[in-house]
C-alpha cells in the first residue's frame, strides 16, 4: 500500500483543516488507518484510528472532540478533519495503514510522506 497525504497548511488559532490520504492498491479496506504527528524536536504520536470498515474509530485525548477521523473506501481515502486548530497542533501529520485496529505506532506497515500543519495564535 502507498499512501499519499495532503491538505496541510498554515491556518489562525480556532481555524480549520482538513486532510486526505489516498492509498493505492485494492486492499485499501481491508487495512486499519491511522494519523500521527510529530512536532519539532518531538517524538511521533499518535492521533486518531479507524478500522478497515469506517465503523469505529478511537482519537487521542488532545483531540477528541475536535479532530474526526473518517475513511471511503470507495475513494481509497482516509481523512482528518481539524477544528478547533490550536498552536499545539502544529506538526507534520503522517497517516498510516494496519492490519490491526491499533493506536500503537509499531503496527502499522505503511507510512505516508507527511503533510505540515501550522497552526498560528
Known amino acids: 500500500v502507498q499512501l499519499q497525504a495532503s491538505g496541510g497548511g498554515l491556518v489562525q488559532a480556532g481555524g480549520s483543516l482538513r486532510?486526505?490520504?489516498?492509498?493505492?492498491g485494492r486492499t485499501f479496506s481491508s487495512y486499519g488507518m491511522g494519523w500521527f504527528r510529530q512536532a519539532p524536536g518531538k517524538e511521533r504520536v499518535y492521533v486518531a484510528a479507524v478500522s478497515w470498515s469506517g465503523?469505529?474509530?478511537?482519537?487521542?485525548?488532545?483531540?477528541?472532540?475536535?479532530?474526526?477521523?473518517?475513511?471511503?473506501?470507495?475513494?481509497?481515502?482516509?481523512y482528518l478533519q481539524m477544528n478547533s486548530l490550536k498552536p499545539e497542533d502544529t506538526a507534520v501529520?503522517?497517516?498510516?495503514?494496519?492490519?490491526?485496529?491499533?493506536s500503537w505506532s509499531d503496527d502499522?506497515?505503511?507510512?505516508?510522506q507527511?503533510?505540515?500543519?501550522?497552526?498560528?495564535?
Open 55 to 78: 465503523d469505529h474509530s478511537y482519537h487521542a485525548d488532545s483531540v477528541k472532540g475536535r479532530f474526526t477521523i473518517s475513511r471511503d473506501n470507495a475513494k481509497n481515502t482516509v
Open 114 to 121: 507527511g503533510t505540515q500543519v501550522t497552526v498560528s495564535s
Open 93 to 102: 501529520y503522517y497517516c498510516a495503514a494496519s492490519q490491526k485496529f491499533s
Open 19 to 24: 486532510l486526505s490520504c489516498a492509498a493505492s
Open 108 to 112: 502499522y506497515d505503511f507510512w505516508g
